[in-house]
């Protein structure tokens, strides 16, 4: 396969035979700025679209030619438009924009992903220029906004946290509620952190830091800093909410697996006036002693049909990587579905582990 260029004269080298011996599928473009973020400023997501399917995508003037079998001239054809609709409406297609879409267009069809991409969720400020990747994630901003209590399970990598932080921040800069309070169970120390060596915060910080990390990446760490000495920002282990009522507040519960059915039941009857809640975990990492229920999947199945309490699945389709880490991911993956019968049982269960494969 011939990579091509965004040059608008390449096309013109191509013999009208050779239009004729394939398939096509032709977009219109309306300026070279469209060509420019359709494709890449330089044609890095054309080259991806083409190294990941058989078609050929040449510029001819203000037309775009797609060359291939009926399948790749289809779905190629497909994910363009959608992805040109998208740049039409305000945005610029990224590199794990093409992976997600090219994925979508083979197994759920393309419709709507335009709109999926090119989304404003109202429940994140604008200038932090965050939004849905995939159709679940949008799902899942659509349900912060309009639901008092949001629960959302899935695997790692799919936003759950950092999309709850993001509507948190918003609501907390918007003066829709007063405070933010960010808390999850501490399981590895049992909850019973007076053993370890330090004061309060000392103990408590290896537990909370990915809340942390979510919170500078969207706040200025001055702006940071005031907020959790006036306590508008509040960052504590799940044990110290137990007898207190949370007014006007934004309160997110992570690693939400790893509670209990009594600690999910304490922090949900924490709600007060004019609050909202989020709830984020994955059932497939519970790190609970053996016999014990998760709080998580005992909420969600008791809870699935209360009015204002919104539950949301995402799943492998919702994972963000970074291009080259889903390559590297494949990579392991294939590995280990090419050498498993070679493999000892051990070996074999500890690549999976490392790839995130669950039988």
């Known amino acids: 396969m011939r990579p091509l260029s965004l040059d608008p004269f390449e096309g013109a080298m191509l013999e009208h035979k050779d239009i004729e011996s394939e398939l096509t599928h032709e977009i219109e473009l309306s300026s070279p700025e469209e060509a420019i973020k359709l494709f890449g400023r330089n044609g890095e997501l054309r080259k991806r679209i083409q190294s990941e399917t058989g078609a050929r995508i040449v510029d001819r003037g203000a037309k775009v030619v797609i060359l291939g079998s009926e399948p790749d001239t289809r779905v190629v054809g497909e994910v363009l438009d959608e992805m040109l609709q998208a740049v039409r409406r305000g945005h610029t297609p990224s590199m794990g924009d093409v992976v997600y879409a090219l994925d979508e267009a083979r197994t759920r069809g393309a419709a709507d992903l335009g709109a999926v991409l090119a989304q404003e969720p ?201 291009p080259l880490v889903q390559r590297i991911v494949d990579a392991y993956e294939a590995e280990s579905r090419g050498l498993h019968s070679g493999r000892s049982e051990s070996e074999t269960a500890h690549l999976d582990a490392a790839t995130g494969n669950r039988s």
């Open 122 to 322: 109202g429940a994140l400020r604008r200038e932090m220029h965050i939004k849905p990747r995939t159709r679940g994630q949008g799902e899942y901003l659509d349900a912060l906004e309009s639901h008092e209590i949001t629960m959302v399970i899935g695997p790692a990598g799919t936003g759950k946290t950092y999309l709850a932080m993001a509507a948190a921040v918003s609501a907390l800069l918007n003066k829709q509620v007063g405070r933010l309070i960010l808390t999850r169970p501490a399981v590895e120390a049992g909850e019973n952190l007076g053993f370890l060596p330090g004061d309060l915060k000392e103990k408590v910080n290896p537990y909370l830091r990915p809340l942390y990390d979510a919170l500078h990446s969207m706040v200025d760490s001055d702006r940071v800093y005031r907020f959790l000495q006036r306590e508008t920002i509040e960052v504590a282990p799940l044990a110290f909410m137990r007898g207190r009522t949370l007014d006007h507040a934004f309160a997110i519960l992570d690693e939400a697996q790893n509670t209990t059915t009594e600690q999910m039941l304490m922090f949900l009857t924490r709600l007060g006036t004019g609050s909202r809640a989020v709830v984020t975990g994955d059932i497939t990492q519970i790190d609970l002693p053996k016999g014990v229920k998760s709080g998580l999947v005992e909420a969600s199945r008791i809870l699935r049909n209360t009015p204002g309490i919104a539950i949301i699945h995402l799943s492998k389709r919702d994972v963000v990587r970074h």
